[in-house]
């Protein structure tokens, strides 16, 4: 039969038009003698695929009714096996002529890969050992007008899977597999946030200010108010809002949206988790992070050493933890400490080859260096904190040191991986930073504004607070061993086609 040819890429193409004409006579003829595929709205499946394959024992001789998409077919004369693909994976039925009858024989032979059937037979085993479904009955539920990827070669094509991901998930198993375990990653991190008392909220995705925050936002526009509005960019300064109206521990699973470059780990529209948490600093949160992180990767991958690309990543605690100093120190043979002055800053970096900004102060140039010399060096989950502060305008300031912020970014694979702070809750100081960031974004031309409302909510009182944002995508990457964030987004963002 045709359904068994192997053909190449080239011949394949060359049929798709063909097949898919011949797919809508059938659907036509189908139409003609009232018997319509798309008018049957329900059908009853008692069970599964995995369901039968690991309960074979209590099931075997009884008579179950499944439903799939046929994703295989091998005619022998008056009987065919077929193969039929539901949400947990695949089971094969065995269909004879003597059963069904010559009519419901011949209308199962008309029909193609791909195509939705519903299946009643008993469950048995076939002479090589296969669990199978000998069917009784079988059903078109839902012509399929396409032909599916040749199944020699598969759906490879990056940007057809990222397209078409319906498609991906038929003919690509790993690919279903990656975003249940999604699923599974998002339920385990509201397990754990929910199980140590925190609230999930949601706050406003679209917002009347554009934020002096660095990242650039998407511009929209309210016709009823007639004002531009902005996607929002963070769920951060709302979650605070809330803390300061009583909610001891908050945290949103939310979708942003940063109108800016595309790569492996960069998306225009992206999940994070962030979260805050009354009457704790960033080591609390330090702590809290690890044991997440530990909780969530048993749960989904049911140990901590997981693989990623080829590397091993020791995810069980205790983890990594370097200050900003410590760590250019450490992987650059530079001590932030001999400087006398930012002056002195900006020689230590052309001396290791880089170029700062004129104005780059001291802090500006320890970042500096933490990004070009040691983030490669990150493989294992590492804590970088004590942040200059000109690099964080939303934390607090170590007492001991205010040159240098009561923040952490953590690391895994040479990527950063989250973000958290001692909240800054001084709302004079809150608004000098916000004034300087503000300045700074409209010099490069932004629309930007203080949010004066959130600065108010600091005037009324924000407890001391530690607070986190992380990128779930990354995390899914990280535990389903993706190398592009596309591979873990089902819709990720692709440049439209050209006409």
């Known amino acids: 039969m045709a359904d068994d040819m192997q053909l190449t890429p080239e011949q394949y193409a060359e049929q798709q038009s063909e097949q898919t004409q011949i797919r809508m006579g059938k659907l036509k003829a189908l139409q003609q003698s009232a018997q319509n595929p798309y008018a049957i709205v329900k059908y009853d499946q008692t069970h599964h695929s995995s369901e039968i394959l690991e309960g074979y024992e209590a099931l075997e ?61 008993e469950v048995f ?24 990827p040749e199944k020699f070669h598969g759906l490879k094509d990056t940007d057809t899977r990222y397209r078409q991901r319906y498609l991906d998930l038929i003919v690509n198993p790993e690919v279903r597999d990656t975003f249940i375990k999604r699923s599974r990653i998002i339920g385990a991190v ?138 250019v120190k450490q992987y650059g043979d530079i001590d932030y400490d ?36 040691v983030e490669e060096h990150l493989v294992q989950p590492t804590f970088i904190y004590d942040y200059p502060v000109e690099v964080s305008p939303l934390a607090k ?7 240098f912020t009561e923040r952490f970014e953590y690391f895994i694979v040479r990527c950063e991986f989250g973000n958290a702070f001692s909240e800054l809750n001084d709302p004079i100081d809150q608004r000098q930073r916000f004034e300087k960031q503000v300045a700074a974004k409209r010099a490069q031309g932004a629309n930007a504004e203080v949010d004066e ?21 990354r995390l899914v990457m990280l535990l389903t061993d993706s190398p592009s964030i596309r591979d873990v987004l089902l819709f990720p963002t692709m440049k439209p086609l050209a006409e």
Not at 69 to 84: C, Y
Not at 233 to 249: M, N, P, Q
Not at 254 to 276: A, K, L, S
Not at 310 to 318: A, D, S, Y
């Open 190 to 327: 509201r397990t754990f946030l929910d199980s140590h008392g925190y609230l999930e909220v949601d706050t406003p995705v679209l917002g009347t200010l554009e934020i002096g925050a660095a990242a650039r936002p998407f511009v929209t526009h309210h016709n009823a108010l007639d004002i531009d509005m902005y996607l929002r960019i963070e769920t951060e300064l709302h979650l605070k809002r809330l803390i300061v109206g009583g909610f001891e521990r908050v945290y949103e699973v939310g979708r942003i949206f940063r109108n800016e470059g595309m790569d492996t780990r960069h998306n225009p529209e992206f999940t994070t988790v962030e979260m805050y948490q009354a009457y704790t600093d960033y080591i609390g949160i330090m702590e809290l992070i690890e044991q997440l992180n530990i909780y969530v990767t048993e749960q989904v991958c049911g140990q901590t050493d997981i693989q990623y690309q080829g590397e091993t990543i020791h995810m069980g605690g205790p983890w990594t933890r370097l200050t900003m100093k410590q760590a």
């Open 338 to 373: 001999t400087w006398a002055d930012d002056e002195a800053a900006r020689q230590a970096c052309v001396d290791a080859g880089f170029k700062p900004d004129k104005g780059f102060t001291k802090g500006e140039c320890l970042n500096l260096l933490f990004e070009e010399l």
């Open 125 to 148: 085993k076939t002479r090589t050992g296969e669990i199978s479904v000998h069917a009784k009955q079988v059903v078109l539920l839902t012509k399929s007008l396409h032909p599916l």
């Open 453 to 473: 409302d959130f600065v108010t909510a600091l005037e009324y009182g924000l407890p001391p607070t530690g607070g986190l944002g992380f990128g779930l995508d």
């Open 61 to 121: 001789g009884q008579q179950v009714s499944i439903a799939g998409r046929m994703m295989s077919r091998r005619v022998m004369g008056k009987a065919s096996f077929a193969h039929l693909l539901d949400r947990n994976g695949q089971i094969q039925v065995y269909v004879k002529r003597d059963d069904l009858g010559e009519e419901a024989y011949q209308a199962f032979l008309n029909m193609d890969i791909g195509d939705v059937l519903g299946v009643v037979g």
């Open 397 to 403: 300031r170590k007492q001991d040191d205010p040159m």
